[in-house]
């Protein structure tokens, strides 16, 4: 927070059980200069951390890009975030020490680089990303008939099948907005589209 004179940073801590009332000494807001710590790929080692299970938790659910519990998180950032445990804690780290320190690497650490999926991969190779069964099985959840046996015995209700309907049509448009094509016919496979 910004001081009366808008020179500095305070903070005002209050215990509920004390009638004290601290004020920290203000901290200056000059610019410093940013150290920049070399890095290489070549130089790695590893660190051993020991956590309470917490802390793991909520690492592993952000790596994973999953809300913790009890915690609501801003989707967007939460997708900003690198997608192993490793790169959580880099990524908080290295972030901590330009704020308190001003030190920087001078490259980006291994395990901040985005990461290609598999399903990327396969993408950029156009490789298959279905297999026959696997796309006949998904036009197959387009279709209300797919769902009968489930809505007639109870284990779904009608609303359900057509959410799991829309679900696969929009599945299935996203592999054709990639360009990946799913014949009707079920003897064809699924191919790239030229």
């Given at each position: 927070m910004l001081d009366e004179d808008g020179s500095g940073l305070y903070t005002d801590v209050v215990f509920k059980s004390s009638p004290f009332k601290m004020t920290a000494t203000p901290i200056t807001t000059e610019e410093k200069d940013t150290t920049k710590l070399p890095i290489s790929t070549d130089d790695k080692t590893t660190i051993l951390l020991n956590v309470?299970?917490?802390?793991?938790?909520?690492?592993?659910?952000l790596s994973k890009k999953q809300q913790p519990k009890g915690i609501d998180i801003d989707e967007e950032k939460l997708s900003t975030l690198p997608s192993s445990m490793t790169g959580v804690v880099v990524h908080y780290l290295v972030r901590g020490l330009k704020e308190d320190f001003n030190i920087e690497f001078a490259e980006q650490p291994v395990?901040?680089?985005?990461?290609?999926?598999?399903?990327?991969?396969?993408v950029a190779g156009k490789k298959r990303l279905l297999t026959k069964d696997q796309k006949n099985e998904l036009l197959a959840k387009m279709q209300l008939s797919y769902y009968e046996s489930d809505i007639a015995s109870g284990k779904m209700t009608i609303d359900d099948a057509m959410t799991s309907i829309k679900s696969a049509f929009d599945k299935k448009k996203e592999y054709e907005d990639m360009g990946y094509m799913l014949p009707a016919?079920?003897?064809?496979?699924?191919?790239w589209k030229e």
């Open positions: 309470e299970g917490a802390v793991k938790e909520l690492i592993n659910n395990s901040l680089k985005p990461r290609m999926t598999n399903t990327d991969k396969k016919k079920k003897t064809e496979s699924p191919f």
